[in-house]
């Protein structure tokens, strides 16, 4: 069997992908830059675990490359060694407000780390490209929930307009070349092994430095937090579901992973605090650039297509967050 390569392999949702392919006893090529947007150790550490799940696994082989995706050249000598059936594209530089003063990064990794992606499989044609986008595409949309048919040309930052710029290649390559290509709108994923600029890592990390949490729009903001197992299912569901050509002839489509049901801001920060077993002291601030009211995925394309759709409670989902980042750091608490 072919191997998979998971481009952004050593980042939050790159790492869990990675391992569930790895205890299927799939091989994996972990393509990753290991920037420095947050701690590279924590990456490095998601590495030894990996290597650790594919030894114990015993069948299936973990190939790690580190290189950056503008980097065409070490691109195709992974696509030409190994010439994957599968590629899951996750690597992205991610986050809202980062964009706000850094936006030449989220150009390089979100917009030419794409087309070398697609370069790639157009010159090494796969089975299936399975890549990253964001619910941030759906901007300031007021209809909840979030469709998949919904208009999305209204970004409300760089990073959402990178995103959608990633949907719009993949669809002109898959016309184009005839890549079947599959994209992912993720809503505000959380769990073990998370991002450190993320809310329940990010609270977790000031309650226990006993610092202030920030609280943005006075916190009258909600999410669609979706559990990180619940991602991953969906997309190695998805990857098995290559797209047909629809009326146009396009191998092109695009599916929300989402928990459906938004939760209201401070209710979560309750849920974070009493799986943690401690108060946040808040700094209550009004709302920033780039952020969004609420979001809300509709999964119905989802569950019809893979007869999934993301169920994990809020409180089991920060219970297992809570009791990794305790192991993780040592806390004690």
Known sequence: MAAVLVTGGAGFI???????????????????????????????????ELSRIAEEAGSGRLILRRADLTDA???ERVFTEYAPSLVIHLAAQAGVRYSIDHPDTYI???IIGTFRILEACRHHPVEHLVYASSSSVYGGNTK????????????????AATKKSDELMAHAYSKLYGIPATGLRFFTVYGPWGRPDMAAF???????????????????????????????????????????ANEKGVRHRVYNIGNHTPVKLMDFIAALERAMGCEA?????????????????????????????PDTPLEDGLRSFADWYRSYYRTGQ
Do not use: W
């Open 14 to 48: 790159g790492f869990h992908t990675a391992a569930r392919l790895l205890k299927g006893g799939r091989d994996v090529i972990v393509y990753d830059n290991f920037n420095d947007y947050y701690a590279v150790s924590l990456k490095e550490d998601r590495v030894k």
């Open 73 to 75: 050249a070490a691109l």
């Open 202 to 244: 990010l609270f977790a990390d000031k309650m226990m430095k006993r610092q202030p949490i920030k609280v943005f729009n006075n916190g009258d903001l909600e999410r669609d937090f979706t559990y990180i197992d619940d991602i991953v299912e969906g997309i190695l569901r998805v990857s098995e579901l290559p797209p047909a």
């Open 281 to 309: 002291e808040k700094e209550f601030l009004p709302m920033q650039p780039g952020d969004v009211y609420r979001t809300c995925a509709d999964v119905t394309a989802l569950m019809r297509d893979t007869g999934f759709r």
């Open 108 to 110: 390089e990794s979100n």
């Open 144 to 159: 909840v929930p979030f469709s998949e048919e919904d208009r999305v040309d209204e970004p409300v930052s760089l990073y």
